[in-house]
């Protein structure tokens, strides 16, 4: 008998890593996948806080393709490792602060560290050339197969046919003729692909699995890094930067004010770790404040959470700050018009 071959596919939870891995199932290769978790995964956050993405499954991607696959996948936690690559990245940053030619090196690498380690023989990508335009032109992908370390062991079925014969495919493990030749931005081929699969109500094709490709996310993360002077985050500050309204009246401080409910009790876990602004007569929201506020900031950080609460049109609404102490305070305030509101306060 044959020997079976093994491979490391890396799972995004998107539609690319799920045909690619598929493609290797069919030719009789044992695969398990493996997603890394670096805590700006888009996966489950705010799908499951707020009540306009209701209708968005409440589910992992990654873990889905998995159970559409029948295969193990290994969920491995890099967000302390990952600093660095979103910190320093080698190769810049794309259109936003997403470092995503660093991120796929350092990926592939620590799929091959884990290859060698459970003595798997080669790794599966999803990637499409011309896809992705800073990680997958076809110049760059031999950036990747080069500083990962990968070498011929890295193969990528869905434009295989596109590129040299790696490893897997010189030595007959699998058949290169059974690969595709995929490129460019049109989607149209995978969905075909999935279709004769017979793979149904899988994430969006066009959609990014990544917080640090969108444009708001990012800006509140370089605010971040501007207002503590330095380059630092961790992971509660990368959850806070999904949830609220972000509001900087000063350099010296920055409010996170809830849109509904649901961001409401998301943010009441962290009331510990910061100061808040509770609105006490009227529904309103909770407002996290993040910097080392005076008197006078408190009041006028109330106002503008007040109006953001039901009593915006009233002449004063009653309002509760906790400070980091937890020292309490309650008094009356009278909102702040709209009109004295600044545009350049939101992040």
Same mark, same amino acid.
């Given at each position: 008998?044959?020997?079976?071959?093994?491979?490391?596919?890396?799972?995004?939870?998107?539609?690319?890593?799920?045909?690619? *891995?598929?493609?290797? #199932?069919?030719?009789?290769?044992?695969?398990?996948?493996?997603?890394?978790?670096?805590?700006?995964?888009?996966?489950?956050?705010?799908?499951?806080?707020? @009540?306009?993405?209701?209708?968005?499954?409440?589910?992992?991607?990654?873990?889905?393709?998995?159970?559409? #696959? =029948?295969?193990?996948?290994?969920?491995?936690?890099?967000?302390?490792?990952?600093?660095?690559?979103?910190?320093?990245?080698?190769?810049?940053?794309? *259109?936003?602060?997403?470092?995503? !030619?660093?991120?796929?090196?350092?990926?592939?690498?620590?799929?091959?560290?884990?290859?060698?380690?459970?003595?798997?023989?080669?790794?599966?990508? =999803?990637?499409?050339?011309?896809?992705?335009?800073?990680?997958?032109?076809?110049?760059?992908?031999?950036?990747?197969?080069?500083?990962?370390?990968?070498?011929?062991?890295?193969?990528?079925?869905?434009?295989?046919?596109?590129?040299?014969?790696?490893?897997?495919?010189?030595?007959?493990?699998?058949?290169?003729?059974? !690969?595709?030749?995929?490129?460019?931005?049109?989607?149209?081929?995978?969905?075909?692909?999935?279709?004769?699969?017979?793979?149904?109500?899988?994430?969006?094709?066009?959609?990014?699995?990544?917080?640090?490709?969108?444009?708001?996310?990012?800006?509140?993360?370089?605010?971040?890094?501007?207002?503590?002077?330095?380059?630092?985050?961790?992971?509660?500050?990368?959850?806070? !930067?999904?949830?609220?309204?972000?509001?900087?009246?000063?350099?010296?401080? @920055?409010?996170?004010?809830?849109?509904?409910?649901?961001?409401?009790?998301?943010?009441?876990?962290? @009331?510990?770790?910061?100061?808040?602004?509770?609105?006490?007569?009227? +529904? =309103?929201?909770?407002?996290?404040?993040?910097?080392? #506020?005076?008197?006078?900031?408190?009041?006028?950080?109330?106002?503008?959470?007040?109006?953001?609460?039901?009593?915006?049109?009233?002449?004063?609404?009653?309002?509760?700050?906790?400070?980091?102490?937890?020292?309490?305070?309650?008094?009356?305030? +009278?909102? #702040?018009?709209?009109?004295?509101?600044?545009?350049?306060?939101?992040?």
């Amino acid at each position: 008998m044959s020997a079976q071959y093994k491979a490391i596919a890396l799972i995004s939870g998107g539609l690319d890593s799920l045909l690619a *891995a598929k493609l290797m #199932l069919e030719q009789g290769i044992h695969v398990e996948g493996i997603n890394f978790y670096t805590g700006f995964c888009v996966e489950g956050h705010t799908h499951a806080i707020r @009540k306009k993405d209701k209708a968005k499954p409440k589910r992992n991607n990654a873990l889905w393709s998995a159970e559409q #696959l =029948g295969i193990k996948l290994h969920i491995i936690d890099i967000i302390d490792e990952y600093k660095d690559v979103l910190i320093n990245p080698k190769h810049g940053y794309g *259109a936003n602060m997403n470092p995503c !030619l660093d991120c796929k090196i350092f990926m592939v690498k620590k799929a091959k560290q884990w290859m060698q380690e459970n003595d798997f023989d080669f790794i599966v990508s =999803g990637e499409v050339i011309g896809q992705r335009p800073m990680s997958q032109r076809k110049e760059l992908l031999p950036v990747v197969v080069r500083e990962s370390g990968a070498n011929d062991r890295l193969l990528r079925p869905l434009c295989a046919k596109n590129l040299a014969p790696t490893l897997p495919e010189r030595e007959g493990w699998i058949d290169r003729d059974k !690969l595709k030749n995929f490129s460019g931005r049109n989607r149209k081929p995978q969905m075909a692909l999935a279709a004769e699969f017979g793979f149904e109500d899988y994430a969006s094709p066009a959609g990014g699995c990544c917080f640090l490709t969108d444009k708001n996310y990012s800006d509140k993360l370089v605010d971040l890094w501007q207002a503590r002077n330095r380059k630092e985050y961790d992971l509660d500050d990368i959850m806070l !930067l999904k949830v609220g309204r972000h509001i900087r009246p000063q350099a010296h401080y @920055k409010l996170i004010v809830s849109r509904e409910d649901g961001e409401n009790k998301f943010l009441n876990g962290y @009331k510990k770790q910061f100061a808040s602004i509770e609105i006490i007569s009227h +529904p =309103g929201p909770l407002t996290l404040v993040d910097g080392e #506020l005076t008197d006078n900031d408190f009041i006028f950080a109330s106002r503008i959470a007040a109006r953001f609460s039901q009593g915006r049109d009233t002449d004063s609404v009653t309002v509760k700050i906790i400070r980091k102490n937890g020292e309490e305070q309650q008094f009356d305030i +009278p909102p #702040l018009p709209v009109s004295e509101i600044k545009q350049e306060w939101y992040i």
